[in-house]
């Protein structure tokens, strides 16, 4: 069944037994998140981060609650002002509605691939409106102490400002030319990492966020964005039965890109220096002028 195969990908079992053996050794190890240093990221949210995000709302379909971009963008001042005061409780007090957790999957058909097979549907997560502007705030702060910490390596394009993930084509395209000019070759190896955004390993997020030194709410909000989410998939007007997402990011986040970045980041450190790389959607190994072309 479809949703049997989409809690699947997300599922602990989806890994090598190798893994997780590793898996279960590392969480193991506790991550202690509280601190008594004041961060600027752990401030509380002011109505002008609140306002800047819901300009950058587009209309699209609501979550589970039903409320869409258009009425948070439309509410009052004084409704602005108690929507401020939940995003504060949740985020410095860590109270996270569930139903914020809760997606709903509507599974779109893949050109040219067979309708019978569970594997040819891609998803598309509808989640709450409400949490997905909070997210939007907390991902500006977090890409903030990211680029101003220079915490993510030079070699990550994707979802960062100025940088684009055609920059890796102009990057590789320049060296090819160069590796032509002078008669030599260029090896180009790309990963392609199928299901990236369902199989993302979640402690490992938090553990590279503890490694950063990203402490206190900022760091609880985003444990608590990742834990206990669950989805349903709905097919014109019949659901499916909640399903569980052991693993993964949320699909349809902002939020969910950064924290995808930060999952890959150590992906280059064992590449030795000699060969270029570049993190976009996929991994970009290559090796110039390799050896000069036989005349």
Same mark, same amino acid.
């Given at each position: 069944? *479809?949703?049997?195969?989409?809690?699947?990908?997300?599922?602990?079992?989806?890994?090598?037994?190798?893994?997780?053996?590793?898996?279960?050794?590392?969480?193991?190890?506790?991550?202690?998140?509280?601190?008594?240093?004041?961060? !600027?990221?752990?401030? +509380?949210?002011?109505?002008? !981060?609140?306002?800047?995000? *819901? @300009?950058?709302?587009? /209309?699209?379909?609501?979550?589970?609650?039903?409320?869409?971009?258009?009425?948070?963008?439309?509410?009052?001042?004084?409704?602005? +002002?108690?929507?401020?005061?939940?995003?504060?409780?949740?985020?410095?007090?860590?109270?996270?509605?569930?139903?914020?957790? &809760?997606?709903?999957?509507?599974?779109?058909?893949?050109?040219?691939?067979?309708?019978? +097979?569970?594997?040819?549907? %891609?998803?598309? #997560?509808?989640?709450?409106?409400?949490?997905?502007? *909070? !997210?939007?705030?907390?991902?500006?702060?977090?890409?903030?102490?990211?680029?101003?910490?220079?915490?993510?390596?030079?070699?990550?394009?994707?979802?960062?400002?100025? %940088? /684009?993930?055609?920059?890796?084509?102009?990057?590789? !395209?320049?060296?090819?030319?160069?590796? $032509? #000019?002078?008669? @030599?070759?260029?090896? #180009?190896?790309? $990963?392609?990492? &199928?299901?990236?955004? #369902?199989?993302?390993?979640?402690?490992?997020?938090?553990?590279?966020?503890? %490694?950063?030194?990203?402490?206190?709410?900022?760091?609880? $909000?985003?444990? /608590?964005?990742?834990?206990?989410?669950?989805?349903?998939?709905?097919?014109?007007?019949?659901?499916?039965?909640?399903? +569980?997402?052991?693993?993964?990011?949320?699909?349809?986040?902002?939020?969910?890109?950064?924290?995808?970045?930060?999952?890959?980041?150590?992906?280059?450190?064992?590449?030795?220096?000699?060969?270029?790389?570049?993190?976009?959607?996929?991994?970009?190994?290559?090796?110039?002028?390799? %050896?000069?072309?036989?005349?």
């Amino acid at each position: 069944m *479809l949703w049997q195969n989409m809690e699947n990908v997300s599922s602990n079992h989806s890994y090598p037994q190798d893994f997780l053996r590793i898996k279960r050794a590392q969480e193991l190890i506790p991550l202690d998140f509280n601190t008594r240093r004041k961060e !600027e990221y752990n401030d +509380e949210i002011h109505v002008n !981060e609140l306002r800047s995000a *819901l @300009k950058t709302c587009h /209309n699209t379909a609501p979550g589970k609650d039903g409320i869409h971009y258009a009425m948070l963008k439309n509410l009052s001042d004084g409704a602005i +002002e108690m929507l401020l005061v939940v995003y504060n409780r949740v985020f410095l007090e860590g109270l996270f509605p569930s139903v914020w957790s &809760e997606a709903i999957l509507l599974p779109f058909l893949k050109p040219s691939k067979d309708p019978h +097979e569970p594997s040819s549907y %891609r998803p598309i #997560a509808l989640t709450s409106c409400v949490c997905k502007v *909070l !997210e939007k705030i907390i991902n500006a702060r977090l890409s903030c102490v990211l680029d101003g910490r220079d915490l993510l390596t030079p070699y990550q394009y994707g979802f960062r400002k100025m %940088r /684009n993930t055609l920059d890796t084509l102009v990057r590789l !395209e320049s060296h090819i030319l160069v590796s $032509f #000019a002078r008669k @030599k070759q260029l090896v #180009a190896v790309l $990963f392609d990492i &199928e299901k990236a955004y #369902a199989t993302t390993w979640k402690y490992n997020i938090l553990g590279v966020i503890h %490694r950063f030194g990203i402490r206190g709410p900022m760091a609880f $909000f985003i444990g /608590n964005f990742l834990k206990n989410r669950t989805f349903q998939v709905k097919i014109g007007s019949c659901k499916s039965v909640p399903c +569980e997402q052991e693993q993964g990011t949320p699909q349809g986040s902002v939020l969910s890109c950064t924290l995808f970045s930060i999952a890959i980041n150590d992906i280059v450190k064992d590449v030795p220096d000699d060969i270029c790389k570049s993190l976009t959607w996929m991994i970009w190994l290559y090796i110039s002028h390799l %050896r000069v072309l036989p005349p």
